[in-house]
């Protein structure tokens, strides 16, 4: 059983930046990352293949988050840059076998970690 830890969320101003973490207890193929906001569904935001090469991004964070992965390390990141107050949601971290969008394939998924951005 594979399980994901998130970390690196929190209070941010607008336009600042976060770094966001998830260390896997072993070996994932695809890595996503979602966020969802209070009263609103999961959305995917960020995906990334094992090599790396397949990064896509949903249009709103385009141009400003990053998503990467170091394997030696299970570990999957989510840079955020020029935060938005829109960018606020708690955001999680999944691991499946696929690349999609849709957050129902993905096997595991971390607990959350709040990210607020301040207006």
């Known amino acids: 059983q594979v399980q994901l830890v998130e970390s690196g969320g929190g209070l941010v101003q607008v336009g600042g930046s976060l770094r966001l973490s998830c260390a896997a207890s072993?070996?994932?193929?695809?890595m996503a990352w979602f966020r969802q906001a209070t009263g609103l569904e999961r959305e995917f935001v960020a995906g990334?293949?094992?090599?790396?090469?397949?990064?896509p991004y949903a249009d709103s964070v385009k141009g400003r988050f990053t998503i990467s992965r170091d394997n030696a390390k299970n570990t999957v990141y989510l840079q955020m840059n020029k935060l938005k107050p829109e960018d606020t949601a708690v955001y999680y971290c999944?691991?499946?076998?696929?690349?999609?969008?849709?957050?129902?394939?993905?096997?595991?998924w971390g607990q959350g970690t709040q990210v607020t951005v301040s207006s």
């Open positions: 999944a691991a499946g076998r696929t690349l999609q969008v849709s957050p129902t394939p993905y096997d595991y």
């Open positions: 072993g070996t994932t193929s695809i």
């Open positions: 990334i293949s094992w090599s790396g090469s397949n990064t």
